[in-house]
């Protein structure tokens, strides 16, 4: 069964470092996402991702984070300058259609800053 | 802008008892309404989702979930609880005009013997 894939699975860094975290998408799907859950609290919405650029993002994706398709296969998360408060767990998703279809997510990247 | 409410973030249940996980949602059009379940140190994996079909969804591992729009809800449900439902579940509304998933806080369900 296809599935998406993340890496790492777990990353620890110092503060004020860059982070890239990693995702391959189902193949056949063309919208993607990234979601991140900091411990014991929800899954919160970051950005989402269509034709090779943002459709959406929320207030937490600011001017540190990006995103980008850097080949036909690969979703990347970059935190240029990590912070304390960026430790969390990060999801990425990909669905096949806009609007009525799943998500379907990958395992996660757990990030944390020291 | 669509929000959802999980009454109780953590719900106890006995091996064999019903499981009633409650979620409310608010959203000025028509919602897609989803269930996630989210096993220890694992990603989310769909357990239902209402897209404007049958309002009683059916999903795996027997849960169920009905939509009532009157009552803005889309409760969860499973007959009889076994061990391996313990989980936390997130409840998730999609605007048919909008993109992203907003998640509910969750609600950790624990599965007494």
């Known amino acids: 069964e296809p599935e998406v894939t993340q890496t790492p699975s777990h990353q620890v860094t110092q503060m004020g470092q860059e982070v890239i975290l990693r995702c391959v998408p189902i193949?056949?799907?063309?919208?993607f996402y990234w979601y991140r859950q900091i411990l014991g609290q929800k899954v919160e919405f970051l950005v989402s991702?269509?034709?090779?650029?943002?459709?959406?993002k929320s207030e937490i994706f600011d001017d540190q984070f990006s995103v980008e398709r850097p080949d036909g296969s690969n979703f990347t998360l970059k935190i240029r300058s990590t912070k304390l408060e960026d430790s969390a767990m990060y999801f990425c998703?990909?669905?096949?259609?806009?609007?009525?279809?799943?998500?379907?997510f990958g395992e996660g990247s757990r990030l944390t800053v020291l | 802008a669509q929000s959802v409410t999980q009454l109780g973030s953590h719900v106890s249940v006995s091996e064999g008892a019903l499981v009633l996980l409650r979620c409310n949602y608010s959203s000025s059009v028509p919602p897609y309404l989803f269930w996630y379940v989210q096993y220890p140190n694992q990603g989310l994996q769909l357990l239902l989702k209402?897209?404007?079909?049958?309002?009683l969804v059916k999903g795996i591992n027997g849960f169920e979930a009905e939509f009532k729009k009157s009552e803005t809800s889309f409760h969860l449900t499973k007959p009889s609880a076994h061990m391996s439902d313990a989980a936390e579940y997130f409840c998730?509304?999609?605007?048919?005009?909008?993109?992203?998933?907003?998640f509910g806080p969750g609600t950790r369900l624990s599965v007494l013997p």
């Open positions: 998703a990909s669905s096949e259609v806009v609007r009525g279809g799943e998500l379907f």
């Open positions: 998730a509304v999609s605007e048919s005009s909008g993109q992203n998933f907003v």
């Open positions: 991702f269509y034709n090779n650029e943002i459709s959406e």
């Open positions: 209402y897209t404007s079909a049958a309002t």
């Open positions: 193949s056949n799907h063309l919208y």
